[in-house]
């Protein structure tokens, strides 16, 4: 069962239409649950996964819910990287590590709603995010709709299924099954979910799975305090194959690709330019306007906040 983070803000009202969101605004999410915490080997595995899945190097990588920007040094072979959360702190964090430069753009907004023009990448990361989404095909859609045919998409999801788990179902210390396809909701907007049930969830968004790695199998607190990092992400790194056959641990890392297309019909990295759309009139491409984002189509805008393009909400809503 994955820890529910203390961090997270109470979920936003929405009107009642709009999904629940988790909310890490002014949260210490960076300090709090990361930074001297115990928690070097997760961080370690994690990173092992993504250099396992992900290309060396791309043209525009996006890292949705990217929170303080812990793995954006990761994507150094990436031309340019878009950092997506929903909370401004957490973007503004990033920001402060990574400097001001054109590779990196610093973007809030709603996973749910996404400011991005179809083909603007070539790649892209969702790492401890989904868990937190009831919906989670609304989100993986609205991904897809932003990448390349050709595209990578790197998704780690919460494992229903892990040895913990499938313990503590067989000695009746929990009620729910691991071995169902539910997804369990073990604590407020707190998801794990099925491997087989999340494949057949982005098979139905348009994704392909082609390899899925087991990751944090030694996320027991003893092992961490009893064996250095270095030897226990080399264990890790050398099981996290398994996951090809059975995914027992309680973080899962699936790589995700689009269906083969012929090379004529691949749709380009958009433009800088054109990287931005009405989140829900994404046939509108934006344009800047001092520091403002606008809708040609509607005249809505959007604010862009020391160096934040923010579409959380426009202006003046």
Known sequence: MTQADPHMQPPLPTDSDAPPICDYENSGYQTDFWE?????????????????????????????????????????GFDQVVLVDFSRTLLAQAKAHLGDSDRFIFVAADLHALPFAAGAFDAATLIRVIHHIPDPANVLRQIHDTLTADATFVLEFANKQNIKAIGRYLTRRQSWSPFDHEAVEFVKLNYDFHPAAMRAILREVGFLSDRTLAVSSFRVPFLKRAIPT????????????????LPLSPSVFLRNRLPASDPATLKPVVVADSLFVNPTLKTSVLRRESDAMVCPATGARWAIRDGIYDFKAPLDA
């Open 230 to 245: 270095s030897v226990l992400s080399r264990l890790d790194s050398a099981i996290q194959p398994s996951g090809a056959i």
């Open 36 to 76: 001297g915490k115990g928690r070097d080997y997760e961080d370690a595995v994690e990173r092992i996964a993504l250099r396992r899945l992900l290309p060396a190097r791309g043209r525009r990588c996006a890292e949705f819910g990217a929170g303080f920007g812990r793995l954006t040094d990761e994507l150094a």
